[in-house]
């Protein structure tokens, strides 16, 4: 990689063809807006400088990018446009500059290897291209080479011919330009095309009709795609799925059914974990090693601890810190609440806001009353502890180390360490009564289905 160049990240469209209230580049691909994918990848190149054209009023598209640079450029007068509002920011810079699409959130930091590679052969070059091969060329600006294999031009695939529709070269609208070039072309542009606009592909006819040269070098189109639209982002998510997915298994995790399990670009599992079908991780989950993960799970903000056993069928939602060797069994919900090493909630539980020590044990059913309807309150429950079935934890609550809750209990009042507490009805016996009782229910039927037999006679 050179040692010296800027990146402008272009972000400020208006994507129209998403048909969507939101920013394009704030649409998600595994968990992530696409913007922070194409940031992570130019970031870990190491510009000089790193800047984003944005639109207008976009105050989450800056929290999105933030700490990086932002310019704003007041209308979407296209790609061309988008880079002449940078000239404040970048227009004394004398290096390259890469332009790269917000929009395309499968790059990754070895994708800009060949036009950095071409930039070390061809130092002369106003302007290098990073084109892809595809059999149909679809929505991208077509490459037209020049006979001695220098670029042309490049035109938008609206503003085509038949036989440059026909081209299988196009761009993936990542460039390198010298700056005092790019800066000086972008000022001349003119919107004489099909959509109006001021387009950055122009710049490579201007620059060779002022005798500069122009190439291209050629980059892999599953990391090039654009996303433009609803069905281009589920391809995304697609390819982006079974990177992650290729990805975790080569670091030692195992999936049964690796096609049906969904990652966020930051989950972490640790190896030796076994992680069966149909289980979702959202945003924020760290997996530590030797965990087993059958199917069915949802997994979102959570962190597990090395050999826990979560599901089938669990929940664990954002701030559900689980220690060693925990085991979740199924229909378990866990929300922002501390697990430590040991605890088992094996069935049909709910543990939100709170603390559980060390081996304590959640009886089926039971469930921490965190809500009053208006606040959140906590539940402690103390090292040890064994929580019976349907136990009913009204928090703010309390519940010491080694203490016994009676299933079925109604918790409103702490419980020292060590105590047995029971919060439910006395059971009472009455010896014959079940069987005078369905006596009792045969005869009234009996009564009642004789008497429209005796209407029927009349
Ligand atoms: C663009 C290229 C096309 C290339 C394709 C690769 C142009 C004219 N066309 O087409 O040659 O094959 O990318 O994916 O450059 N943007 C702004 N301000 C604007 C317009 C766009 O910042 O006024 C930003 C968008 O947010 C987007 C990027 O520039 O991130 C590209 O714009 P988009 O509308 O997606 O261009 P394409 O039609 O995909
Ligand atoms: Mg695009």
Same mark, same amino acid.
């Given at each position: 990689m050179p040692a010296s160049f800027a990146a402008l990240i272009l972000a400020a469209g208006k994507g129209t063809r998403m048909r969507s209230a939101r920013p394009k580049v704030l649409h998600e691909v595994a968990g992530r807006p696409l913007i922070q994918h194409v940031l992570g990848a130019v970031g870990a190149l190491k510009p000089q400088h790193l800047a984003v054209v944005i639109g207008p009023n976009q105050n989450d598209v800056v929290a999105a990018i933030a700490p990086a640079d932002f310019v704003i450029q007041r209308q979407p007068k296209g790609t061309g446009h988008a880079v002449a509002a940078a000239k404040s920011l970048l227009?004394?810079? /004398?290096h390259d500059i890469l332009i790269v699409a917000g929009d395309a959130p499968l790059v990754t930091r070895e994708t800009f290897k060949p036009l950095f590679d071409a930039r070390k052969r061809q130092p002369n070059a106003a302007v290098i291209v990073l084109g892809m091969r595809l059999a149909d060329g679809g929505p991208y600006g077509r490459l037209i080479l020049a006979d001695d294999g220098s670029l042309a031009r490049i035109v938008e695939a609206a503003d085509c011919t038949e036989e440059e529709r026909a081209v299988d070269f196009v761009s993936s609208g990542v460039m390198l330009v010298k700056a005092p070039v790019l800066f000086d072309l972008v000022g001349q542009l003119?919107?004489?095309n099909a959509q109006g606009e001021q387009y950055l592909t122009d710049v490579i006819g201007l620059a060779r009709s002022k005798g500069l040269i122009c190439r291209t070098a050629e980059g892999d189109p599953a990391e090039l795609l654009g996303v433009n639209s609803r069905d281009e982002l589920a391809y995304a998510e697609a390819v982006m799925q079974q990177r992650l997915r290729w990805r975790a298994m080569e670091s030692g995790v195992s999936f049964t059914?690796?096609? /049906?399990v969904f990652l966020c670009a930051d989950t972490k599992i640790g190896r030796d974990t076994v992680v069966g079908p149909f289980v979702v991780f959202g945003p924020g989950v760290k997996v530590g090693e030797g965990v087993s993960i059958p199917a069915f799970c949802h997994i979102v903000g959570a962190t597990i601890g090395d050999h826990a056993r979560i599901g089938p069928f669990a929940r664990l939602r954002p701030g559900a810190l689980l220690g060693t060797e925990v085991h979740i069994g199924n229909f378990v919900e866990v929300k922002n609440s501390r697990l430590a090493s040991g605890v088992k909630a094996n069935h049909l539980a709910y543990l939100g806001d709170s603390t559980v020590g060390e081996d304590a044990n959640i009886g089926a059913g039971s469930i921490t009353c965190n809500y009053d309807g208006v606040e959140k309150f906590r539940t402690n429950i103390g090292k040890g502890v064994f929580v019976g079935t349907n136990a009913s934890l009204v928090a703010p609550l309390s519940i010491g180390p080694g203490a016994m809750i009676a299933a079925g209990s109604v918790i409103t009042d702490n419980v020292p360490a060590d105590a047995l507490a029971l919060g439910r009805a006395r059971q009472r016996l009455k010896p014959g009564a079940a069987k005078a009782w369905r006596a009792r229910r045969k005869a009234e039927i009996a009564a009642r289905d004789a008497k429209p037999a005796a209407k029927g006679r009349r």
């Open positions: 227009g004394r810079y /004398t003119a919107a004489h059914a690796p096609e /049906t």
